[in-house]
């Protein structure tokens, strides 16, 4: 059984006041017997919400017990996965996997963009993942640059779904890390001198205007190690599944380590976000058993606090018209508003934002990426319906699409003619059925890679 080192973020009042809201009360796992079942989901994923559909389907009619936000935190190679998915399933939530670049990368039909890395001429569109962040964390002219600004992004939109699940269905969400803590990732590698100096001051900038636009999860658990177990266990699966993280410079830099996990993430987040989660933190070396934490979870008093409380404020909405503006935010068109605000001013972050030459070459590239030309549902060539039957499919609107990860615009990438050569090569190497049909063609495009031909052919 786990070395137990759980703490409450405040001290509840002696004489407690129980506020009116839906989604702070005590949680109940399925061996208890208590747990609620949940109600008929809003098929929100389809139907979308809107003001005049608030009118027909009230929220906090779904609300249950567990109908909240967990995220599990901590350093790498502790087996936080297995536990938040056991976490998950012990109170009938939905585990969510933690945002990697392989989200990214890989579009929704499955291909890799990280395989037409040979066709890039200029280094910032290469691809920087967490593979190349163990063994270099300076490659590719500030790479870690935009791959934390990109993360940070993704992870953001990925948290937005999952505060829209909880308040469409009222299943709770259990999920591996949340933008609120991504700030220890940035200054610590800034303090590293890994990130530029107008990396870091965008970030921060786009913190202040975005943070108050989503709910603090209702609790953190945090699985905790010394930085000498976190590097021993590194090195152990860096033997067995991890290999690129053998001798790497960011995980053997114990001051890089010390400075993110006990400076950063112990001594100020959690201290912070205490304030308004509740903070579960576990001595996690040696593994530890599921069960401690679910006993503890449920022995926690989540429903009871004083009136100007700021545990579980952002959650206390006190009424079903405030509940539903929120499942707007999330749901409807106002989603898309709180995620415009990444389009905010950027121009001085150079080492995040690409040159014009540099962004096309991108574009047309990724276009090219089998089912990444259109949204996902729209490309005829992968077998979806024609473009008006796809609306009909997908159930998505214009604004909707507008936020899709691969909608590419067409106009820069089809007036190109050693561009569409390319890609009567691809179609004739499809058609001959060769699987790496979709890497040939590129050098009558990209002359550097004529040079090279026989390094990729």
């Known amino acids: 059984m786990a070395s137990l080192a759980c703490k409450m973020a405040r001290t509840l009042p002696k004489t407690p006041t129980r506020m009116l809201g839906a989604a702070v009360r005590k949680m109940h796992s399925r061996s208890s017997g208590l747990m609620e079942p949940l109600e008929k989901p809003w098929p929100y994923k389809s139907w ?14 779904r609300f249950k017990d567990n109908s909240k936000l967990v995220v599990v935190e901590g350093p790498p190679a502790l087996d936080k996965t297995k536990f938040a998915k056991e976490l998950a ?32 001429k200029y280094t910032r569109n290469k691809c920087f993942d967490e593979k190349l962040f163990a063994q270099d964390p300076t ?28 308040f469409n269905t009222g299943q709770g969400v259990v999920t591996e890390r949340s933008p609120h803590s991504d700030w220890v990732y940035f200054e610590a590698a800034y303090q590293q001198g890994w990130i530029s100096k107008t990396t870091r001051k965008h970030y921060f900038k786009l913190r202040d205007l975005m943070m108050c636009e989503i709910l603090r999860p209702n609790l953190i658990v945090y699985l905790d190690a010394p930085v000498d177990v976190v590097q021993r266990k590194i090195r152990e699966r860096a033997e067995k599944t991890h290999p690129w993280e053998k001798n790497s410079p960011v995980y053997e830099n114990t001051g890089y380590l010390n400075h993110l996990y006990n400076d950063l993430f112990k001594k100020q987040y959690l201290q912070e976000a205490g304030i308004h989660s509740y903070v579960l933190t576990y001595d996690w070396s040696e593994g530890g058993d599921t069960e401690v934490v679910v006993e503890d979870i449920e022995r926690m008093d989540m429903d009871y606090h004083d009136k100007y409380d700021r545990q579980q404020l952002d959650w206390r909405m006190l009424t079903e018209d405030n509940f539903g503006q929120a499942r707007l935010n999330y749901t409807g068109e106002q989603k898309h508003r709180i995620l415009g605000g990444f389009c905010t001013g950027w121009h001085f972050a150079d080492d995040i934002i690409l040159t014009s030459d540099e962004a096309l070459e991108a574009e047309q590239v990724r276009s090219r990426l089998p089912g990444s030309k259109y949204t996902k549902g729209f490309n005829v060539s992968m077998g979806d319906p024609d473009p008006f039957f796809g609306i009909l499919q997908t159930g998505k609107s214009i604004p909707e699409m507008m936020y899709e990860d691969n909608l590419i615009k067409p106009e820069n990438t089809m007036e190109n003619n050693a561009l569409l050569y ?30 090279s031909k026989s390094s990729f052919a």
Do not use: C
């Not at 979308?48 to 906090?60: A, C, E, V």
């Not at 500030?142 to 990925?158: A, F, T």
């Not at 890609?423 to 495009?445: C, F, I, L, P, Q």
């Open 89 to 120: 399933e012990e109170f009938g939530m939905l585990y969510v996997p933690g945002f990697t670049m392989d989200d990214f990368y890989i579009n929704a039909y499955g291909y890799d963009l990280r395989e037409l890395d040979f066709v890039f």
């Open 422 to 451: 390319g890609d009567s090569v691809r179609e004739k190497a499809r058609a001959e059925g060769d699987k790496d049909w979709w890497k040939k063609g590129w050098e009558t495009w990209t002359p550097h890679l004529a040079e």
């Open 48 to 61: 979308g919400y809107s003001y005049p559909l608030s009118l027909i389907d009230g929220t906090t009619k």
């Open 139 to 166: 490659a590719n002219d500030h790479g870690l640059d935009r791959m934390l600004y990109q993360s940070h992004v993704k992870r953001y939109v990925k948290y937005v779904d999952m505060l829209a699940h909880i």
